[in-house]
């Protein structure tokens, strides 16, 4: 009887007669696996070959520049934060945001105090200037004042893949008084309401921007928005001067300003719009009347003039945006001319081994209903060799109707040149002293003459938290 064949019993092996010596046979080549990685190569960076996102000799893929992280302070699971921080508008890099809906190179840093709370990301970013400015000629002045902004920007995922983004901005310039600040050959809005305001620049309203977004993406490529902002800024012009790469360290405000980015405080704008990778188009609807002299209340929305807007970023050190707007009455002082606005730009961000490099052109044209066809363009730079020290230059020219009296639109132009050095002071605050000079190239007028050699000059400190 078998008992081996017993269930549950174990039997002792039966002994075998001694086995004839041969040769090892060759194992079976069992199916290949991908070498360990050497003793010195992190375990996380062995893959396995068409890994998405990794390239075929087992090196990590280039990674998508998501601005510059540093200061940031995400607190628990700030990592993961990090990692899918993302646009408001779509699945681009957050680096690509701007002010309103433009857009920037998205190589530029996106810098600014960052933290979590529960879901939300949240940005708050400001600057405080203080500045003795000094106009020559006939029109010119002197005067200390200062300008400011703070801004707050938070986001937040939500479970069916949508985003919803507020935006919050705020400035004391209104504490300059209504008639702002002195500055050769710039024009645009009203001190009093009943003349115009020349040679000067206007203060900004104590809030800036009260806006929101929500997008939905349709692909991994395709996402669907609408930002809405009482005030806010319409889908017209370049990103606003304060907040464009090449210009936030220079304290004066372009003459360009009221032909190209004027519209970013506006009562009253909803914008939709189409994000296709790396092209976006957007209209708005919003109100064409430029804020009044009273700095501190909300204008009425009245939602009565229309843009458009059509941006491309090529690629991450370039960002083109062509628009055009139909301005319903945009002048407080002259209610029945409209205007149509066409604007053009480019802006570019590289950094290299000798330091970054920022820069934009751009131009605009204004035709008024009375048939009167104004321009101007505008090339502006920074140059930082390191984090303390920035370079910056502007060059701008404007064909204006309200720098000397008749109603001939007259050619002027502006250059000028800064630099600024700053000093760490904490982790997310810096100071820093600086100045510029600006060399006025006016149209000449007997009744109203800007002197032989109209020039100014700016020394400023600041304090900006980031």
């Known amino acids: 009887m078998d008992m081996g064949d017993m269930p549950g019993m174990i039997m002792p092996a039966k002994k075998s007669p001694p086995a004839k010596k041969t040769k090892p046979k060759k194992p079976a080549q069992a199916p290949a696996q991908p070498a360990p990685p050497p003793a010195s190569q992190p375990a996380q960076l062995q893959t396995m070959p068409d890994m998405p996102g990794m390239t075929h000799d087992d090196k990590p893929a280039p990674q998508t520049d998501h601005g510059d992280m540093s200061g940031m302070d995400l607190g628990n699971g700030g990592a993961d934060h990090a990692m899918t921080m993302h646009g408001l508008l779509g699945g681009y890099a957050m680096s690509r945001e701007a002010s309103g809906t433009s857009w920037q ?36 002045a002197s005067q200390a ?37 002195p500055l050769l050959l710039a024009s645009g809005e009203s001190a009093d309401g009943k003349t115009p305001l020349v040679d000067r620049q206007h203060p900004h309203d104590l809030l800036m921007e009260l806006a929101a977004t929500y997008s939905h993406p349709l692909s991994g ?11 806010g800024e319409p889908a017209l012009g370049p990103s606003a001067y304060m907040h464009r790469i090449s210009a936030l360290d220079n304290p004066a405000t372009p003459i360009a300003h009221h032909w190209l980015d004027s519209s970013h405080v506006t009562f009253g704008v909803v914008t939709a719009g189409w994000v296709h990778d790396d092209l976006k188009l957007e209209v708005s609807q919003f109100t064409g009347r430029e804020p009044d002299q009273f700095r501190f209340n909300f204008d009425a929305a009245r939602f009565d003039s229309t843009a458009a807007r059509l941006s491309w970023n090529p690629d991450s050190r370039w960002s083109l945006q062509v628009s055009a707007g139909w301005l319903k009455s945009p002048e407080q002082l002259d209610p029945n001319v409209d205007e149509r606005r066409l604007t053009a730009s480019a802006a570019w961000f590289n950094q290299f081994d000798f330091g970054s490099v920022a820069a934009t052109l751009a131009f605009g044209n204004k035709h008024l209903s009375t048939g009167v066809d104004e321009s101007a363009a505008l090339a502006e730079a920074e140059f930082k060799p390191d984090d303390a020290w920035t370079v910056f230059a502007r060059a701008e020219t404007i064909g204006s109707d309200e720098l000397v009296p ?15 050095h700053d000093w760490h002071l904490a982790e997310h605050w810096k100071f820093g002293l600086g100045g510029l000079y600006a060399f006025d ?24 938290a980031e």
């Open 105 to 140: 190179p998205e190589a530029a840093p996106h810098s600014g105090i960052h933290l979590t709370a529960d879901d939300w990301m949240i940005m708050l970013h400001g600057r405080v200037n203080g500045i003795a400015d000094w106009q020559s000629g006939p029109r010119g």
């Open 441 to 464: 190239f006016a149209p000449s007028s007997p009744a109203a003459s800007y002197g032989s050699d109209p020039h100014g000059a700016m020394g400023f400190i600041r304090l900006v």
């Open 221 to 231: 490529s395709d996402s669907l928005f609408v930002y809405g902002g009482y005030p």
């Open 145 to 181: 004042f200062s300008s400011s902004m703070v801004m707050a920007m938070a986001s937040k995922d939500i479970a069916n893949g949508d985003t919803l983004g507020l935006k919050a901005m705020l400035s004391a310039d209104p504490f300059m008084g209504r008639r702002g600040y």
């Open 406 to 420: 008749g109603p001939a639109v007259r050619g002027a132009g502006e250059i000028s040149l800064g630099a600024i």
